[in-house]
């Protein structure tokens, strides 16, 4: 049995997140997680909230909550959330807790220690009215690129053009709406990224099986332009982790807090120790220390593409340049954007389905069976109302859930709610079981190897073989001259069922469970040997037949729902 550590990007604590969001980081994270874990692998899976910076203070403001307040809050509404999309977190923590601080002040300070951090004065935006220097996203004006009168400090949304504050015209403040501001000398740390460019790049190199994305985005940040360049790890805001070299004040830093990029990746090791604060586990030091065991695990972090240069340059470079025996990432699975009907995902007009809308709406399973179908490996994918509709009516309704509705329906009519006897396979039986054999290794392989796409084809593959038997022996007809035949071949389809539903737990867990529910088989292993798995149920085991697993989607709906999330377009 091997342990596997499983990170997805923690999401940002302003507001519900779209499926965009939801598909690029914690649902193949968790998918990833369920398949090894019925594999029988020791997992801890981790995730949290991303709870500090601007726009966490800007989002409490809007909400007219105190900042930890509204933290706290969403925390409690993106952890229900999790749970209504079945993420199977062994512990979703939050970037605010005691734990991250301590270890985020001690790890500045061994860095501090080694000669990785340097004092920096750099002049920054300060408003008299607000007596506090302005974050980037504190400052608005019009963008001197295309004249949209709402540019922020770092980025124009509406030509997505890269500012600095001082490139706006009329800037003021968000906070009070003063015009009074002034370009102010201060004081920050700055991370020697640059010093550690060749072990980064030597370790990036030794990352021999990582896609592509990830690898291209990495090599890009170290060596384009002038580099890999040093990266400020402090703040002018009140809400924040306290710079402290370790247990001991940092002077010069007093009123300053850590950068949300510097702090939120320590979070992954900090979540592991609230994981043992909260009675879950016992042993956080097995998971991330390579000197207290964590040599034998694997670690597998799961991101959206902007979040890459973090993870493979600036995270790395603060665990390699603490000089600590800490666990490296192994392995970081990368996934491009998920578009929304023609556009992009936009919170702000209300463009898109959001996590909260869609379960609203639908179960979790047919989100989790779209999205991850179509998940965004290779390039952008587009979520659109009549692909999703397709998918669903086709893939789960037609596919799988038809299955199971015809063979247990049939058996309850002709032999009642019990496995019948009699029959032996014959030639056909055998070859629908060497095909499924074939097929169950090569999900395991596409799953191994985190292909998230190919897995769901050679999924539905699986579901698809059975349903081609099931129409070909027809055991309907077979019953009226040979009953004892007709006996074998549904005997064949419920085991199917079975089979089916350990295999797509990982996709679609509700479902799961309720097929294993109804044959009456919850703790069935993995089927490592698909011909003694399928045999499994023997003659005069019960079962009971489900309701209708997947409700096709209408014509109607979805026309109501494209209506209802086209939101404001511009």
Request: proline share 4%; aromatic share 12%.
């Amino acid at each position: 049995m091997a342990r596997h550590l499983i990170t997805s990007a923690i999401p940002y604590i302003n507001g519900i997140k779209h499926l965009g969001n939801l598909v690029g980081s914690q649902l193949p994270a968790d998918l990833y997680a369920r398949y090894l874990r019925g594999r029988g692998h020791e997992v801890l899976f981790l995730c949290a909230t991303d709870e500090h910076g601007t726009p966490a203070e800007l989002a409490a403001a809007k909400a007219k909550m105190p900042v930890a307040e509204y933290c706290a809050e969403m925390h409690g509404v993106q952890a229900e959330i999790a749970k209504g999309f079945r993420l199977s977190f062994d512990h979703f923590g939050r970037s605010s807790s005691a734990r991250n601080h301590k270890l985020t002040q001690h790890f500045a300070g061994r860095l501090h220690e080694a000669g990785l951090i340097r004092e920096v004065s750099e002049k920054q935006m300060y408003s008299h009215a607000d007596g506090r220097f302005l974050p980037d996203r504190y400052i608005e004006g019009t963008c001197p690129n295309c004249g949209f009168d709402s540019a922020r400090g770092d980025q124009c949304d509406n030509c997505t053009k890269q500012l600095d504050p001082v490139d706006l015209i009329n800037p003021h403040s968000t906070i009070s709406g003063s015009t009074d501001l002034e370009m102010r000398e201060t004081k920050h740390l700055y991370l020697r990224q640059s010093t550690l460019k060749d072990q980064l790049e030597a370790w990036i190199d030794s990352k021999k099986d990582w896609p592509i994305l990830t690898t291209s985005i990495a090599k890009k940040w170290l060596n384009d332009g002038d580099g890999l360049q040093d990266r400020g790890i402090t703040r002018d805001l009140d809400w924040g982790i306290p710079v402290r070299d370790g247990e001991k004040d940092w002077p010069g830093m007093e009123g300053k807090v850590f950068y949300v990029w510097f702090d939120a990746p320590i979070e992954y090791i900090a979540c592991s120790q609230e994981w043992v604060d909260a009675g879950k586990g016992d042993n956080w030091e097995r998971w991330w220390r390579t000197d207290k065991g964590a040599e034998d695990v694997t670690y597998t972090q799961f991101m959206g593409k902007d979040n890459v240069p973090f993870h493979t340059l600036s995270f790395p470079a603060t665990i390699l340049g603490s000089g600590e025996p800490w666990k490296l990432v192994d392995y970081i699975k990368s996934f491009n954007y998920l578009n929304y009907d023609g556009g992009q995902f936009s919170t702000s007009r209300g463009r898109g389905v959001f996590m909260d809308q869609a379960l609203e709406i639908l179960p979790a399973d047919y989100w989790r069976w779209w999205l991850l179908s179509h998940a965004p490996e290779s390039s952008d994918s587009e979520f659109t109302w009549d692909n999703f509709q397709a998918s669903v009516n086709k893939d789960l309704a037609d596919v799988l859930g038809n299955f199971v509705s015809r063979i247990t329906k049939f058996c309850r009519s002709k032999f009642g709610e019990v496995v019948p006897e009699g029959g032996a396979y014959g030639e056909q039986e055998e070859a629908l079981i060497a095909d499924l054999a074939a097929r169950v290794a090569a999900y395991q392989g596409t799953m191994d190897a985190m292909e998230v796409r190919k897995s769901s084809a050679e999924l539905r593959a699986i579901w698809v073989a059975g349903n081609e038997y099931l129409q070909s022996a027809a055991p309907w007809s077979t019953f009226k001259e040979d009953p004892e035949k007709a006996a074998m071949q549904v005997r064949l389809g419920l085991g199917l069922i079975r089979l089916y539903a350990v295999l797509s737990a990982p996709f679609i867990p509700d479902a799961s469970a309720t097929m294993l529910k109804a044959m009456n088989a919850e703790g069935a292993g993995w089927p490592d040997d698909v011909a003694g798995f399928l045999a499994g149920l023997a003659a005069g085991h019960a079962f009971t037949v489900p309701d209708v697993l997947f409700a096709k989607i209408t014509d109607e709906q979805r026309e109501d729902w494209q209506t209802r999330f086209a939101g404001v377009r511009t």
